[in-house]
C-alpha cells in the first residue's frame, strides 16, 4: 500500500516536469529570407521562467542577415525597433530600455541562442509582440506571444 503510494507518487512528478519543461520552453527558427516560422507563441502562465530558444535556419553571416529575438509590449515594438536600429550593431537593441521585455543577442546562419525569463513581468491576456531587430526585419519577422 504505502510503496504504491510512492509509486504513483513518483510518476506523478516525472509526468509533472516533462509536462512543464514542454509547455515553458519555446523555439522559434529565422531564416536567409527574413522569416520567422512561426506568427505565435503560446506560453501557460503557470510557467516560472520561460526559455525561447531562436535558431538561424539560414547560411548568411550575422552581420548581413542577422537574427534576434526581442519582447516587447504590442504598444512598445515599432519604436522599441527604430531605437533598435539607431542603437546599432551587434546586437540592435537600445540599452538599458525598460520597454525591453527579453532579448537574445544577434546571429547568424547556422547559430542558435536563447534567453531566459521571468514570467512574472508578464500578464495573462496582455498584448505582447516579439520581433527581430536587426535593420529592415520588424515589419516581416514579428509575432504574438500568448500568455494564458
Ligand atoms: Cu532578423
Given at each position: 500500500m504505502r510503496r504504491t503510494f510512492w509509486v504513483l507518487a513518483l510518476g506523478g512528478l516525472l509526468l509533472g516536469n516533462q509536462a512543464w519543461s514542454q509547455e515553458c520552453s519555446l523555439s522559434i527558427n529565422g531564416n536567409d529570407q527574413i522569416?520567422?516560422?512561426?506568427k505565435e507563441l503560446r506560453v501557460s502562465k503557470s510557467c516560472k521562467e520561460v526559455t525561447v530558444t531562436l535558431k538561424h535556419?539560414?547560411?548568411?553571416?550575422a552581420n548581413v542577415m542577422g537574427h534576434n529575438w526581442v519582447l516587447t509590449a504590442t504598444a512598445d515594438y515599432q519604436a522599441v525597433a527604430a531605437a533598435g536600429q539607431a542603437a546599432?550593431?551587434?546586437?540592435y537593441v537600445p540599452a538599458a530600455?525598460?520597454?525591453?521585455l527579453v532579448t537574445t543577442n544577434v546571429i547568424g546562419g547556422g547559430q542558435e541562442t536563447s534567453v531566459k525569463f521571468d514570467l512574472s513581468k508578464l500578464t495573462a491576456g496582455g498584448d505582447y509582440t516579439y520581433f527581430c531587430s536587426?535593420?529592415?526585419?520588424f515589419a516581416l519577422m514579428n509575432g504574438k506571444l500568448i500568455v494564458e
Open positions: 522569416q520567422f516560422d512561426k535556419v539560414g547560411q548568411l553571416a546599432g550593431p551587434p546586437n530600455d525598460a520597454r525591453v536587426f535593420p529592415g526585419h
